[in-house]
């Protein structure tokens, strides 16, 4: 199954964490910076209307003075109390930028104080903003050709017009560094938050980093002897201590298997050892007749398994020439000891009796399950063929002969030649050699021959050391 690829635990933790927290922080700090904003400029709007009321109060009062000592239509009075209305409206200004205007009704300024004089943009700001029914106005726009807000009312009493105004960036001069400061402020919390997330995930995830090394290096080595160490007593101990009895159950089954490999390799080595030692007793029965002689058997094995070897068979290979070429002639079994030990020559009927030794012996090993006499069958029917395709039972010529039989027809002669036999005298060890290079390409397989003459001196050891009491030293004597 295709493993899915995807994003680590703890990148997928922050993901996740890091835009709600931050985007929690970033909405309900904007939700309270509008609430917040809305409640100043509703306090700072109600200043305004204080400071209207103020002035309201002040002129009443100064008014009903007048009226009090029958003084309303005194010009020197009433100039008095339009001195009086403005000094208190100066006594009202607090920073720069606020502005307090008096207009009569026939748009002429009675006073002004704070900011510009008047001009005809002041003229069109006054009728750009009419009284209102309730004989008030909201300033909020170009005012005097500044960006001012401000309340405008009506002083029944005098006619006159008063607009009490502030420039629109003093005035919320304040909100705005309180906007700037709460926005910074919300910023730096939700950067904040977040790094601590950050951390804290880290470090959260830093013992199940842990465990995994731990396990994986446990799993890479096959050290399943070693435990992993749960370092909490949380889920990620858990994980641990599972993996801590997996491995353990993983240790004992290892130890199981290993011991049943082995013993099943024994058991291997011992059905070996009794095959061949079955072998040797079939290659010793077979030759208890023969004159030839039971070490005769055994060293044809071993130059065979000389000449595999040369030719870069297989070790497998080469063994099982050790163990299949001794019975290469047990088909004599079946052969009558008139003929078999006939010490004269044979005459022809003989003789194809005597050949028929190739038959039995095929017949005898062939279909076996085991893979050394299925090979001595192979090599039974085929030792006695020559390259030349004059050999016997079905006159195979070169490579048709298979190798196993071409390599026993050679090893057979020459041992045959180098040992003594009730009709003849060991021939010397050069001899036979000079023979079985004459007889490259005729009755042996050339290449074969080249082998076996390029490994002369182990060929020498075998003989040295498994020859007959009698054979090429007797002979040379
Ligand atoms: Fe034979
Ligand atoms: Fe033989």
Do not use: C
């Amino acid at each position: 199954m295709d493993k899915k690829h995807v994003l680590g635990l703890s990148a997928r933790l922050l993901l996740f964490i890091i835009p709600v927290i931050a985007g929690s922080f970033l909405v309900s700090g904007f939700l309270t910076g509008l609430f917040v904003d809305r409640g100043i400029k509703k306090a700072m709007n109600r200043l305004m209307v204080y400071k209207a009321e103020d002035l309201m109060r002040h002129t009443s009062s100064q008014w009903n003075l007048l009226l009090e000592n029958n003084l309303q239509d005194d010009s020197a009075y009433r100039e008095s109390l339009r001195r009086s209305i403005r000094s208190y409206s100066i006594t009202m200004l607090r920073e720069d930028g606020e502005w307090i205007l008096a207009v009569d009704e026939e748009m002429n300024i009675v006073f002004s104080v704070g900011a510009s004089d008047a001009d005809e943009l002041l003229r069109e700001s006054i009728l750009d903003n009419p009284l209102l029914e309730s004989g008030d106005v909201w300033i909020d726009g170009s005012f005097g050709g500044e960006e001012r807000i401000g309340y405008g009312f009506f002083l029944p009493t005098l006619g006159w017009t008063v607009y009490i105004t502030d420039l629109r960036r003093s005035f919320f001069g304040d909100l705005s560094y309180i906007r700037l400061y709460y926005t910074i402020m919300v910023l730096f919390t939700a950067i904040v938050s977040s790094l601590f997330i950050i951390f804290y995930v880290r470090r959260s995830m830093r013992p199940l980093r842990t465990v995994i090394s731990d396990m994986h290096g446990i799993v890479q080595n096959r050290n399943f002897e070693n435990r992993v160490i749960p370092v909490q007593n949380d889920e990620v101990g858990e994980l641990a201590r599972e993996f801590n009895l997996m491995s353990d159950y993983l240790d004992r089954a290892m130890a199981r298997l290993k011991n049943i490999a082995h013993s099943e390799a024994e058991a291997r080595i011992e059905i070996r050892n009794r095959e061949r030692e079955t072998l040797d007793v079939l290659s010793r029965v077979s030759g208890h007749k023969d004159p030839e002689t039971a070490r005769h058997t055994s060293r044809v094995g071993m130059y065979a398994s000389l000449i595999s070897e040369l030719r870069g068979d297989s070790l497998e290979e080469s063994d099982l020439m050790r163990w299949a070429v001794p019975l290469h002639d047990i088909g004599k079994v079946g052969i009558p000891d008139a003929i078999l030990l006939k010490t004269g020559a044979l005459n022809a009927k003989e003789r194809s009796v005597m050949e028929f030794h190739v038959n039995i012996g095929y017949e005898v090993l062939k279909g076996s399950a085991s893979p050394v006499l299925r090979a001595g069958a192979d090599i039974a029917i085929s030792h006695h063929e020559r390259w030349d395709g004059s050999g016997y039972p079905d006159g195979l010529k070169g490579k048709d002969i298979p190798v196993r039989g071409r390599i026993t027809g050679l090893v057979d002669v020459f041992d045959a030649l180098t040992t003594t036999r009730p009709y003849k005298k060991a021939w010397t060890f050069e001899q036979a050699i000079e023979f079985i290079q004459g007889k490259s390409s005729i009755e042996f397989d050339p290449e074969l021959v080249e082998l076996f003459i390029g490994g002369l001196d182990r060929v020498r050891a075998i003989l040295d050391e498994y020859g007959d009491d009698d054979t090429v030293e007797s002979a040379l004597t």
